[in-house]
């Protein structure tokens, strides 16, 4: 895969495809504001390599999930913002994708300047992986470059399609993220620990499965344990639950024995009748959740049995929060696990946007080896998929 550095970007327009996906908060009538901007920090040092070198950026991302429909709350204006506040450089931002004001943004480019194009999703064909649409973006550029690592697993024009069509190459960031993954997928130091959580198994279970090969324990928390301990007979009240993954998880925890992969569960759960920073809530044993209650983070002995579980872990990987960490009641679990992982010695990467949001709030982003931007890639890749970001970027 060819790197940015081999390519002659001075005086050309270089496509920069980034994932400036950020989460953003509107308060009414204001605004919005980046809560946090670890992908557009992550995305500079592509960009600023092209300005160092006289090319003109043009960089594109999707933000949200619009569905082809221009929708204001999904501009990627404040963005444009930070990203200017970022690279200390004024960014000419396009009120369209492949219109009028995108033409006329990259046509006043100077050498070593830099312009965003909105949202590609307003696109319908961004995510149908259009020819046409394809086509419109590389008119837009004489070189391209992929550096979105976020957006890799999507079979997008922007993609997918773009690199096919021009001189191409991966970013720096697509590099370092690949380098990662490869590194956890190949020879990892054992005890190899991989820390799961988020809402759904069914999100999970590929890549439950492929991992069952690789690692040594898997230690599951957040919304999806509770499928886990049903899958035991367990009485789990009103929390989150897969009825119809009951099975799946049962075959995979066979499967886990087989391999003698250990799975490691919580024994007590934080629940509440609401999901609400004022709701009244306790810690019960993960066995004896009452009915009209839910569990929403995991107890204290959880978090000592999963520390226990990582202290002498060689490699981490862990995705997906232990709870609904972002209301304060419901955060220890998550807090507990980012300090257990954060103490290991050896390669700890954590992955997807809520659990490295968590790390960078709970100030423990340098403790960890890789803070990766992208969730669902990381997890796809390491299910054994192809991604196809990544095949279209390895093709000459
Ligand atoms: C993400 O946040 O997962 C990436 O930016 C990709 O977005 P998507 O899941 O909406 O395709
Ligand atoms: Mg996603």
Redesign the pocket.
Known sequence: MRGVDDLAVSGRRVLIRC?L?VPLAAAEGAAPTIVDDG?IRASVPTIRAVLDRGGRAVVMS?L??PKGQVTAKYSLAPVALRLAELLGESVSFATDVVGESARSCVDSLDDGGVALLENLRFEAGEEQGDAAFAESLAALGDLYVGD?F??L??AHASVSGVPALLEHAAGYLVHAELDVLRRLSTEPQRPYVVVLGGSKVSDKLAVITNLLGVVDRLIIGGGMCFTFLAAEGKAVGDSLLEADQLDAVRQMRRLADDRGVEIVLPTDVVVAQQVDTSAESRVVAADDIPDGWKGLDIGPDSVRRFAAGLADARTVFWNGPMGVFELAPFASGTLGVAQAVAAVEGLTVVGG?DSAAAVRQLGLAEQFSHIST????SLEYLEGKTLPGVAALEKD
């Open positions: 994932d996906n992908r999707h949200g999930r979105g976020g957006a697993h999507r946007g992208g969730g669902g890639a």
